[in-house]
């Protein structure tokens, strides 16, 4: 899936998102520094009711945000591995814990550390456009049910 997205519409994207991913849980985010990632993680997370601040992982590495889903409370873990230098802090970080947690994984900067990611990881492409444009392109498994009107 391959879609212009401008900001205003952010809300928009990421219902369809989550209906085009369905049950998918780690999530790998490609992009030059500026290109949204952390913008379009925000509204993905405010989309599945997180409440109180989403912000950038850049220094902590992992923030963990929770959500409610059919009466169960539930994490998304929001991971930005740019200031990690090898699988060795990756580990030490508790990446690979929060991976393989069941829990849903957004993952910024994800080719410092590629043999995280199996093939069940949607991979998400942004390119900047403009100030209020990105190009968002989804590869997703080919397991998952791409079944979006």
């Known amino acids: 899936m391959e879609q212009i997205v401008r900001l205003e519409e952010l809300s928009h994207f990421a219902e369809t998102f989550w209906q085009y991913v369905n049950g998918a849980q780690v999530f790998a985010?490609?992009?030059e520094m500026g290109a949204?990632?952390?913008?379009?993680?925000?509204?993905?997370c405010n989309k599945k009711g997180v409440?109180?601040?989403?912000?950038?992982p850049t220094f902590s590495i992992i923030n963990e945000y929770i959500y409610e889903e059919?009466?169960?409370e539930k994490s998304i873990y929001h991971i930005d591995l740019y200031r990690l230098k090898d699988v060795e802090e990756v580990v030490q970080a508790g990446i690979e814990d929060c991976i393989n947690s069941g829990h849903i994984?957004?993952?910024e900067w994800p080719e410092k550390a590629p043999e995280l990611f199996d093939?069940?990881?949607?991979y998400i492409y942004i390119d900047l456009i403009n100030s209020t444009t990105r190009r968002v392109k989804i590869e997703a498994a080919a397991a998952l049910n791409h079944n979006i009107a």
């Open 105 to 107: 994984c957004l993952v």
């Open 119 to 122: 093939e069940n990881t949607v």
């Open 70 to 72: 059919n009466g169960n």
């Open 36 to 44: 949204g990632k952390t913008t379009i993680i925000t509204a993905l």
């Open 51 to 56: 409440h109180g601040p989403i912000s950038s």
């Open 29 to 31: 985010f490609y992009g």
